[in-house]
């Protein structure tokens, strides 16, 4: 929904990244979407030709990818990649409106216009996943798909790329699907969450509700593992290993790492189904 802030959370590997790359069909062979649809106003986003899906992106739907530093070109300057923004969509704009907007791209996410001299090595690492949000937000993007924006990146930048994020989304009014498994950063972020396990979504509700009452075993003890200041004592953990997406177990996937499962968990695949304002994938909810 337009504004709305939607996370996708999961141990790594579980497919966020992968299902954040397919909306905008940037899945590599031999990797290829088997089923599902994506649609954006009245366009379902499977359907449209090269030409069309390359003006979507950026235009229509925006990636902050993980890891700015893999993500900007280091031989051109900063403002050099936000033109280039223009120019494949389209905008043949004059030196002075370009340097214009340049600087005041570079402006909304708290940087100074000379930033757009430098290149990136010159450049933080906070200040080069803020220019990766420059470079997502300058064609007005109506989603802005980030993922992991805060990788490697200390406490104090993570919470200044977060406040840059959600500032830029209010100003565009754009809705935000944010990539990550922080749980805490989730909870401060997104006003819905999805929790994925071995390559498919197993709950999705409200952040205030996953956070309270967790439904699947899995949120659940995701939740319990997540540090407190007030308990003492061990961390929860969940026993066992994540299955390797290319031999999952039958059932449901997570049965072999549950404690509650039953004999129809480990032979039939749970589906998502609508409870109490809650979408969940468990026989047992």
């Given amino acids: 929904m337009p504004g709305e802030r939607f996370g996708l959370a999961g141990e790594s590997g579980s497919g966020k990244s992968t299902l954040a790359l397919s ?17 954006l106003d009245d366009a379902r986003i499977a359907d449209l030709d090269d030409d069309g899906i390359r003006r979507l992106r950026l235009a229509g739907i ?93 406490v104090v930048v993570q919470r200044q790329v977060m406040a840059t994020l ?14 990550g498994h922080d749980m805490g950063l989730m909870a401060q972020f997104v006003d819905r969450l999805g929790i994925m ?4 979504l197993v709950e999705v ?27 003492r004592g061990m961390l929860a953990g969940i026993p066992g290993l994540a299955p390797s997406l290319r031999e999952l177990p039958s059932g449901c996937a997570f049965h072999p790492r549950c404690e509650l499962a039953i004999d129809r968990c480990r032979a039939e695949r749970p589906v998502l189904r609508d409870i109490a304002g809650a979408q969940v994938g468990c026989h047992l909810a």
Avoid at 25 to 37: C, N, V
Avoid at 209 to 225: E, G, K, N, Q, V
């Fill in 23 to 39: 909306i905008l069909r940037l899945i590599k062979p031999p990797g290829h979407i088997e089923a599902g649809a994506v649609w």
């Fill in 62 to 154: 925006a990636l902050v990818p993980q890891g700015s530093m893999n993500s900007l070109n280091p031989v051109l300057r900063i403002g050099r990649q936000i033109a280039d923004a223009f120019a494949d969509h389209g905008l043949r704009l004059g030196h002075r409106e370009e340097q214009r907007r340049i600087t005041a791209l570079l402006a909304a996410v708290g940087l100074p216009a000379t930033i757009a001299r430098m290149y990136p090595h010159e450049l933080s690492g906070g200040m080069k996943q803020r220019a990766c949000i420059a470079i997502a937000i300058s064609l007005r993007p109506k989603v802005i798909i980030a993922d992991e924006p805060t990788s490697a990146l200390d």
């Fill in 166 to 179: 959600a500032r830029v989304q209010q100003e565009l009014g754009a809705a935000v699907i944010l990539v």
């Fill in 197 to 200: 396990y071995a390559g498919r």
């Fill in 205 to 231: 509700a409200p952040i205030a509700d996953i956070i309270a009452r967790p439904r699947h075993p899995y949120t659940r003890a995701l939740i319990a593992a997540l540090p407190s200041l007030e308990a």
